[in-house]
Nanobody
């Protein structure tokens, strides 16, 4: 069973930076869109940023100019660089990817287990 494995969360002061990484745990036939969602306490899960296999990017308005998303297709890894972090960025961040694990299997959306990001002084 393929899983998405996230790393890089933690506690940071306002104005600080963190970098999240995410990659599948096993070999994958192909990956389409990869991205990050977040869910604050008592809130719904919302898109933060996404990037297609061709490099097209979409950001939530709340993070434009502060966050960047990139991917290394050779490593099947997606990164989220978060700068100028604010307390309202505090949430569990989930990696998501539309993947075809092997030939003959339909593409599905997979989710990571989530990594906590806390922005506090």
């Amino acid at each position: 069973q393929v899983q998405l494995v996230e790393s890089g969360g933690g506690l940071v002061q306002p104005g600080g930076s963190l970098r999240l990484s995410c990659a599948p745990s096993g070999s994958i036939f192909s990956i389409n869109t990869m991205g990050w969602y977040r869910q604050g306490l008592g809130k719904q899960r919302d898109l933060v940023a996404a990037i297609t296999s061709g490099g097209s990017i979409n950001f939530a308005d709340s993070v434009k100019g502060r966050f960047t998303i990139s991917r290394d297709n050779a490593k099947n890894t997606v990164y989220l660089q978060m700068n100028s972090l604010k307390p309202e960025d505090t949430a569990v961040y989930y990696c998501s990817a539309v993947m075809i694990p092997r030939v003959g299997v339909p593409g599905l959306r997979y989710w990571g287990q989530g990594t906590q990001v806390t922005v506090s002084s």
